[in-house]
């Protein structure tokens, strides 16, 4: 599967942006799919998880509350609604991909990457 992100862009804090990450392939529901983010010196970490089905979601305690992912299986797409944008939101952002019942938030686990999308937030 191919994924391409997009959306990202630079906004002040206590903004919002969108993201998106569009899917290839027809079995777009059978995958488990992640937002990721790496900020500049740091590691790549874990921001959100969804399952195949939609039903189930998990966070990472630094954007619970302001983050919400969702997917639309009928479009092959997934989203990362994201508030109350703080200056440590900034980095990288790359939606993720993998087979497998219910979530995870282990980037090994993922099979598939995109290519990432920038979001920066100024202070």
């Known amino acids: 599967v191919q994924l391409q992100a997009s959306g990202g862009g630079l906004v002040q804090a206590g903004g919002s942006l969108r993201l998106s990450c569009a899917a290839s392939g027809r079995t777009f529901s059978s995958y488990r799919m992640g937002w990721f983010r790496q900020a500049p010196g740091k590691e790549r970490e874990f921001v959100a998880s969804?399952?195949?089905?939609?039903?189930?979601?998990y966070y990472a305690d630094s954007v619970k509350g302001r983050f919400t992912i969702s997917r639309d299986n009928a479009k092959n797409t997934i989203y990362l609604q994201m508030n109350s944008l703080k200056p440590g939101d900034t980095a990288v952002y790359y939606c993720a991909a993998t087979t497998g019942w219910g979530i995870s938030r282990r980037d090994y686990e993922y099979d598939y990457w995109g290519q990432g999308t920038q979001v920066t937030v100024s202070s």
């Open positions: 969804i399952s195949g089905s939609g039903g189930s979601t």
